[in-house]
């Protein structure tokens, strides 16, 4: 997501510190991401940043649908 907007780990975490007033550094989001401990709002920060939007969609084929 990121290389699509041509933007670093860097310029996005000084994105998400300046937008939610927290103080996020670029190892912190590459160690969440690493983890996979973001949580949803940093993920929906992230995708507003970026241009994106989150889609929940049921999955049919478990349902046996």
Excluded at 14 to 39: F, V
């Amino acid at each position: 997501m990121l290389g699509s907007r041509c933007m670093t780990i860097t310029e996005l975490a000084k994105r998400m510190s300046e937008l939610s007033g927290k103080n996020y550094s670029q190892s912190l989001i590459s160690h969440k991401i690493a983890k996979e401990s973001l949580r949803y709002t940093e993920m929906k920060m992230i995708c507003k940043i970026l241009g994106y939007r989150i889609y929940i969609d049921i999955d049919e084929i478990k349902l046996g649908r």
